[in-house]
Every structure is written in C-alpha cells, then in structure tokens.
C-alpha cells in the first residue's frame, strides 16, 4: 500500500514568473540579488526558498520520509481562486506547468476561479489527472456559501473524488487578516468552513487541512447548543494533520477515529509532523481516500 502526502505545495517557476508580472496581491517581488519574496493579501511577505522548490530535491524529501508519493496543491492562502476569471486562469496553468517538471510520485489537487465557477472546468481537471478540487475554507464558511459552490462538488460526486478544504479567505468579500493570519484567520476559516459542512454535507468525500483548525472538539458544544453533533462523525470526513503534534492529533483522533486521519507535511511551509502518526496515516489511510 503506498504512503501517501496528501497535502504539500510547489510554487515552481512558471508560476514565480507569472506572479512577478502582478502589480497587485498575490505577487512576487525581488528579494536580494537571487531571491524572492511572496506578498499575499493580509499576511507579512513570505521568502521564497528556491531550493525547496527543486524537483529533485523533493523527490529526496519525499524518499527520506518514507513516502511513495505526495499530492500537491495551488495554495487556497494566496487567493488565486477569488480573482477574475482571466487572471485566476493564467495563475493556475502556470501553476500546473510547473508542476508538470516534478518526477513520478506526484499528483496534485485541481484548482478553478470561484469568481465564475463552471463545472465543466472541474470535469476537465479531474479528466487530466487531478486526484480532486482544492477550495479555500473561506468559500464554504456558511451554509449559504456552501449551496453557492454545490454546482463544482456535482463533478466530484459524480466520479467519487474529493473535496480539499485549505485555508484562504472567501472569494466573494475583502481578504481579512494581517501577521498573525495562520494562527487566527486561517484556524477560524477552517473552523467555519467544518461547521458548515457538517450543518450542510454535501455528497463528497472532503479532506480538512490542519485538522480543521481543531473544530471536531467542538462535537460536545454542538450537541449542548441544538447542532448536528452526529453529523460530525460522516466517514466521509478526513483530517490532515499539518501543522500539529501528538496532543492535537490524539484529542481529534479520540473525536473522529484514527481512520479519518490522513497525512499531510505543509512542505514547504511547514516541515513533516510527528513520525508516531507518519506510517499508519500515510500509508493506510491515505491510500484508502484515494482509492475510495
């Protein structure tokens, strides 16, 4: 059974260039003589680590963590997907192009503009490959908004692929946040978008990044206050569990079952979690959504 991250991120240099073109968020800038830095909406600049973003040397990180692959994803915190069409589009071919230079073992979750959704363009990235949609957890943060995107999750329901919900601000308001956006904004977004999806399930398998922001340990407040607290165990439901450690991943685990957990690093934003979790997340139930 292969071992599987599911959640990592390749800027690659199509996109950079494509990026350096901008004169507004999201764009990149120079940062010295070599480098440069990433500028977002709402976030302090981010310094491109070039390395990191080297096929080669990704492959190796994916060798020493004892992975036979990773699945890799347009960042929903750049707020491509709540840009015009056009603009959206040429972000997210660049994106793609760069990670066609990636060798075997790599995959990638699909991105689309949610300034005009259409599901045929979901259709067609699930027909070139794409394991699933990625969506900023700012797109389905109410019910209301959850019903507005319902038309892109009929291409995934139709073929059994999943819905990723990464942190991003929503594609129909101002981008909201400043420094301290990824432990704020971004918990809370993922916070919002699981309370909606529970109070409204739509007929997907959906993965949440970073544990959902905690949000299952919400389970026994939502059932004092009238909520759906059964629904918060849909097997349907995975949790990767970037960006925490054993005391987080046990207290969720204890919430939904070890089951739904699935592996995911962040890189390069975020270097691997805890080894206890790796082999078992990675490699069974990883393996089991894809495969779903």
């Given at each position: 059974m292969a071992a599987v991250d599911l959640h990592q991120h390749v800027l690659?240099?199509?996109?950079?260039?494509?990026l350096a073109r901008r004169r507004e968020y999201p764009c990149?800038?120079?940062d010295g003589a070599r480098g440069w830095r990433l500028e977002v909406a709402g976030e302090a600049p981010w310094r491109v680590d070039l390395k990191a973003e080297d096929p080669a040397r990704r492959a190796g990180q994916l060798e020493a963590d004892g992975l036979d692959g990773a699945v890799v994803c347009l960042s929903s915190a750049l707020g491509v997907e709540r840009l015009p069409g056009d603009e959206a589009a040429e972000l997210i071919a660049?994106?793609?192009?760069?990670?066609?230079?990636?060798?075997?073992?790599?995959?990638?979750w699909g991105s689309v503009s949610l300034a005009d959704p259409d599901?045929?363009?979901?259709?067609?990235l699930l027909d070139s490959g794409a394991v699933g949609l990625v969506m900023p957890a700012g797109a389905v943060a109410t019910p209301t908004s959850v019903e507005r995107i319902l038309p892109l999750l009929e291409p995934l329901e139709r073929s059994g692929r999943p819905l990723f919900v990464h942190p991003g601000p929503s594609p129909w308001g101002a981008p909201a946040g400043d420094w301290w956006t990824a432990l704020t904004s971004y918990v809370a977004e993922m916070n919002a978008a699981w309370h909606a999806l529970v109070a409204a399930p739509p007929k997907v398998t959906v993965v949440f990044a970073l544990l959902a922001g905690l949000a299952p340990l919400q389970i026994e407040r939502l059932g004092a206050r009238g909520g759906p607290a059964k629904q918060a165990r849909d097997e349907r439901f995975f949790y990767d569990v970037s960006s925490y450690g054993p005391m987080a991943i046990e207290a969720v685990a204890r919430v939904v079952g070890v089951r739904q957990?699935?592996?995911?690093?962040d890189r390069p934003m975020a270097e691997?979690?805890?080894?206890?979790?790796?082999?078992r997340i990675a490699a069974e139930n990883s393996a089991r959504l894809l495969a779903a």
């Open positions: 690659g240099e199509p996109l950079i260039a494509a990149v800038r120079r660049a994106h793609e192009q760069g990670l066609a230079a990636l060798p075997d073992g790599f995959r990638r599901p045929d363009q979901v259709d067609a957990l699935v592996y995911g690093s691997p979690g805890t080894a206890t979790w790796h082999t």
